[in-house]
T-cell receptor
């Protein structure tokens, strides 16, 4: 039981390049989330997926797209990376939305130069 | 915008001492949760307190919630060096779909 697994762990991109962060959970959770964490800013929600087949914007969605590929997988895509997207990205999941505990992956460190 | 704000931003204590962290939030909440993050790792859930609860315990953790003051506190008793981490409060709004996190309190426990 791995929980929430995200890849890659580390990535360096050049400005304008694209990449996809992959996330998978094996807890049969319905809801999944992508957060970014920046020094002094805490965690901010980028996108979430309440259930398979649905996605919605969070607090900071600009520059990102997501795909809920199936119940297990939720990917985050940067179409044209910018230095402002240098951050640590966390995928998370929960059984449902709302009054629940969410489970985090270990993070993906992304640097855009 | 972030809903919760932790205070202090950083806290340094010695092993055996108690550590208290506070969280203030702005609007009505459904519940409030505390998470811990070790350096370079993901966040781990510690405890959840619902809006109709005032106090909750889990091992060496004690959480209080005062909805009239829109604040919560996390007390770690008899701290250990292994408690060194960042601690975040997170709230679910009544209209909520996801957790909103504060900026965290960085706790250092020295032997």
């Amino acid at each position: 039981n791995a929980g929430v697994t995200q890849t890659p762990k580390f990535q360096v991109l050049k400005t304008g390049q694209s990449m996809t962060l992959q996330c998978a959970q094996d807890m049969n959770h319905n809801s999944m989330y992508w957060y970014r964490q920046d020094p002094g800013m805490g965690l901010r929600l980028i996108y979430y997926s309440a259930s398979e087949g649905t996605t919605d914007k969070g607090e900071v969605p600009n520059g990102y797209n997501v795909s809920r590929l199936n119940k297990r997988e939720f990917s985050l895509r940067l179409e044209s990376a910018a230095p402002s997207q240098t951050s640590v990205y966390f995928c998370a999941s929960s059984e449902t939305q709302g009054v629940v505990t969410i489970y985090f992956g270990e993070g993906s460190w992304l640097t855009v130069v | 915008s972030q809903q919760g704000e932790e205070d202090p931003q950083a806290l340094s204590i010695q092993e055996g001492e108690n550590a208290t962290m506070n969280c203030s939030y702005k609007t009505s909440i459904n519940n409030l949760q505390w998470y811990r993050q070790n350096s370079g790792r993901g966040l781990v859930h510690l405890i959840l307190i619902r809006s109709n609860e005032r106090e909750k315990h889990s091992g060496r953790l004690r959480v209080t919630l005062d909805t009239s003051k829109k604040s919560s506190s996390l007390l770690i008793t008899a701290s250990r060096a292994a408690d060194t981490a960042s601690y975040f409060c997170a709230t679910v709004l009544n209209s909520g779909y996801a957790l909103n996190f504060g900026k965290g309190t960085s706790l250092l426990v020295t032997p």
